[in-house]
């Protein structure tokens, strides 16, 4: 594996600031996405999810300096297995195939290829290393082959009540009312095969599989140590899995925080509900693809505060067309004004695209041509 971390003080010092948090970056730059479990196509949702993160890496690297990304692959997940088998193919199969389809889609829209791919499978080891040192340090307990973490004080860092947040679990497969479980917020992170598995790895808890917090937590560890500089993910991630993840990591090493910076794009909404498989409310990159340019797309998503929720409609990706055409002008403008390190500058004070796309437009010249090559919009 390559060194991700060989020196702190490479790069220009810099500040990067993210909503309420400003991150001071000294020279390498840790990144961590949470990626997609292969088992669907990919919507625009997904798209601007990443789409954000690229940016975020592109405005690190223009400043000078090295980012390593991970995104992970979630190939342990019920979900895949359940839509496989209502396909009749294998899991592996079919989380090949989307996956491929997932990267191809990705490296169409200029989203750059992660430094890392990791999968939950490839991890399982670090996943039971991490049950261990929970249940070490008593952040965890286990029963019946199934390892809980106490995570029932994670959702207060997300403004969340508890009320909520009993929601939330329950939404995403945490299986609150699991009568094993001292508090129904407590997740599992190490859950005991059931006859019904298709598969299991061998644990010290006995046969069983990791839950999907864990997995993530195991990944950043694995790869990064006890911490990343940038955390990115949609912002249904919050809660539960961001914040258990979380609680997993530091109660594990002791190290806080985890993450030193959150990226959570907001969610895409379609004819005002949120865009999810289950609701048939989708919008399929590809299809867009197929009419328009991945620049339009990219500043469909870009062109907006990074964290507020967003509605989508064709009329919103016809005015990114024009936007577009309107920048490629500018372009070509051949002034020589000073203005274009107002750009990298304005990305980094809360990535806010907007203002430095005002001043793409009104500077023109290189102020454009560096807004459309820093975040890839050609
Ligand atoms: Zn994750």
Same mark, same amino acid.
């Given at each position: %594996?390559?060194?991700?971390?060989?020196?702190?003080? #490479?790069?220009?010092?810099?500040?990067?600031?993210?909503?309420?948090?400003?991150?001071?970056?000294?020279?390498?730059?840790?990144?961590?996405?949470?990626?997609?479990?292969p088992?669907?196509?990919?919507h625009?949702?997904?798209? +601007?999810?990443?789409?954000?993160?690229?940016?975020?890496?592109?405005?690190?690297?223009?400043?000078?300096?090295?980012?390593?990304?991970?995104?992970?692959?979630?190939?342990?997940?019920?979900?895949?297995?359940?839509?496989?088998?209502r396909?009749?193919e294998?899991?592996?199969?079919?989380?090949?195939?989307?996956?491929?389809?997932?990267?191809?889609?990705?490296?169409?829209?200029?989203v750059?290829?992660?430094?890392?791919?990791?999968?939950?499978?490839?991890?399982?080891?670090?996943v039971?290393?991490?049950?261990?040192?929970?249940?070490d340090?008593?952040?965890?307990?286990?029963?019946?082959? #199934?390892?809980?973490?106490?995570?029932?004080?994670?959702?207060?860092?997300?403004? =969340?009540?508890?009320?909520?947040?009993?929601?939330?679990?329950?939404?995403?497969?945490?299986?609150?009312?699991d009568?094993?479980?001292?508090?129904?917020?407590?997740?599992?992170?190490?859950?005991?095969?059931?006859?019904?598995?298709?598969?299991?790895?061998?644990?010290? @808890?006995?046969?069983?599989?990791?839950? @999907?917090?864990?997995?993530?937590a195991?990944?950043?560890?694995?790869?990064?140590? +006890?911490?990343?500089?940038?955390h990115?993910?949609?912002?249904?991630?919050?809660?539960?899995?961001?914040?258990?993840?979380?609680?997993?990591?530091?109660?594990?090493?002791?190290?806080?925080?985890?993450?030193?910076? @959150?990226?959570?794009?907001?969610?895409?909404?379609?004819?005002?509900?949120? %865009?999810?498989?289950?609701?048939?409310?989708?919008?399929?990159?590809?299809? =867009?693809?197929?009419?328009?340019?991945?620049? +339009?797309?990219?500043?469909?998503?870009?062109n907006?505060?990074?964290?507020?929720? @967003?509605?989508?409609?064709?009329?919103? =990706?016809?005015?990114?067309?024009?936007? *577009?055409?309107?920048?490629?002008? /500018?372009?070509?403008?051949?002034? +020589?004004?000073?203005?274009?390190?107002?750009?990298?500058? /304005?990305?980094?004070?809360?990535l806010?695209?907007?203002?430095? *796309?005002?001043?793409?437009?009104?500077?023109?010249?290189?102020?454009?041509?560096?807004?459309?090559?820093?975040?890839a *919009?050609?």
């Amino acid at each position: %594996m390559q060194d991700v971390n060989p020196s702190r003080l #490479t790069g220009p010092p810099m500040r990067l600031r993210l909503g309420t948090t400003t991150l001071p970056m000294v020279g390498h730059v840790r990144m961590y996405v949470c990626g997609i479990t292969p088992y669907d196509v990919t919507h625009l949702g997904h798209a +601007a999810t990443y789409i954000w993160a690229d940016a975020a890496e592109r405005v690190l690297r223009w400043h000078g300096h090295t980012v390593t990304v991970a995104r992970n692959v979630t190939d342990v997940d019920d979900v895949l297995y359940a839509e496989a088998r209502r396909r009749g193919e294998s899991h592996t199969m079919l989380a090949t195939l989307q996956r491929a389809a997932f990267e191809g889609t990705m490296a169409t829209l200029q989203v750059r290829q992660p430094d890392l791919s990791p999968s939950a499978a490839q991890h399982i080891g670090h996943v039971v290393q991490l049950a261990a040192a929970l249940l070490d340090r008593d952040a965890a307990y286990e029963r019946n082959g #199934t390892v809980y973490a106490r995570t029932s004080h994670a959702y207060a860092t997300t403004g =969340l009540d508890r009320e909520t947040a009993l929601q939330r679990a329950a939404e995403f497969h945490d299986n609150p009312g699991d009568p094993d479980k001292d508090d129904p917020l407590d997740i599992t992170v190490w859950q005991a095969a059931t006859p019904d598995d298709e598969v299991s790895w061998p644990s010290p @808890w006995g046969e069983g599989r990791p839950g @999907w917090h864990a997995e993530c937590a195991a990944m950043v560890l694995a790869l990064f140590g +006890a911490s990343v500089d940038l955390h990115c993910g949609g912002a249904d991630l919050a809660y539960p899995h961001h914040a258990c993840e979380a609680a997993l990591a530091e109660a594990a090493t002791g190290v806080a925080p985890f993450a030193r910076g @959150w990226l959570r794009a907001g969610l895409v909404s379609v004819n005002g509900e949120k %865009m999810a498989k289950s609701t048939g409310n989708l919008v399929l990159a590809e299809d =867009l693809l197929r009419e328009h340019s991945p620049g +339009a797309i990219r500043l469909m998503c870009l062109n907006r505060p990074w964290a507020q929720p @967003w509605e989508y409609s064709p009329a919103e =990706l016809d005015l990114a067309e024009a936007t *577009l055409e309107q920048l490629y002008a /500018a372009a070509a403008r051949l002034e +020589a004004q000073p203005g274009a390190a107002a750009v990298p500058a /304005a990305l980094l004070d809360d990535l806010d695209v907007p203002r430095a *796309l005002a001043i793409a437009l009104e500077d023109g010249g290189q102020a454009a041509r560096t807004f459309i090559e820093l975040l890839a *919009l050609s």
